[in-house]
């Protein structure tokens, strides 16, 4: 008899325990709480979490750096038509015979400008996108008066001196003063980056993609990307076409008109350098979304392999929900009919026990 209700007590004991564990795990829905308590499959569990880490890591650095190139896209697009509207509009349409062509234009030049100032500072969650590594300075730091500053002053004399038969050294002097680092309207950084040879000079911003990788994705507010040329006629970048060519445009006056030809000329100079710089931002626009692709393409990567891990990681670490609950249930059931025959036992006595 004794021996018979020992035993039922230590069947009792383990079903209680049992119970215990289901009833944990039923509202948890983990097998355990500690790593320890997994084993044999608690090294595997902890190499899945750190490889699930590192790979969400690198998922959310490319989803960041997806936001800043959409933001350089906008600002790459949109200063592409503002070379597009003076350059194969404004421009061109200018001619010494009619000078209605000239009402607006130094006015709608100098707002231009000024707009093309404030793209090439575009920021991204308070960093300057443009700038290289110095993500807290403008790439240009006088963007309020950058039609009143040095290079503005310089290409506005040039504009000034047209008469008949200079207007090719007009432009040429235009042009050399759109890329004379002394007339710079960027900052220090990046006129000192533009001044060493291009083998030297700052790589663009990238961001991890994996284990030793990285994809660059930074776009320069000074010079063009490594992968875009410097169509003809140019200053030496898209960037100084714009501005310079802006300048110009807004230093335009009725005196001009007087060199004829020459103004023409210099109206058509005008609209080539402008047309080249929307060519080399569409290089650049181009060059962007090839590497957004290839940052989307990456992400989407790890990300198939986070599920896959997650799910291998779910399997070790979480319990079957369905499964859990019924066995809660058999498990009840079943200790409840253990207390129920431990009560009967207690109420046993010889002579029943002999019936």
Known sequence: MDAITGRLATETATLRARMEVLTRQSVSGMRADAYGDLAPEAPRALSLRAELGRREAYSRALDQSLGRTAAMQASLGRMGEIAREFGAGVARRLSSTDPSTLTAVPARAQAALREVAGLLNTRHVGEFLLSGTELTRAPIPAEATIGSGPMAAAVAGEVASLAPGNSAAVLAAIRGHSADLALSPFNAHLVADAALPPGSREAPRAVPSGDGEAIGYGVFAHRNSAA?????????????????????????????????????????????????????????????????RRIEATRERHGTVTIALAKQLADIQEVNLADTLTRLQSTRTTLEASYRAIGALGELTLARFLN
Do not use: K
Request: aromatic share 4%; charged share 10%; proline share 8%.
């Open 228 to 292: 875009v040329p410097s169509p003809d006629p140019t200053s030496g970048g898209w960037a100084q076409d714009l501005l310079g060519s802006l300048m110009a445009l807004a230093s335009l006056t009725p005196a001009q008109l007087a060199a004829g030809p020459d103004f023409d000329r210099l109206a058509a100079g005008l609209s080539a350098t402008l047309m080249s710089a929307h060519s080399a931002l569409a290089e650049e626009q181009g060059v962007l979304g090839l590497t957004e």
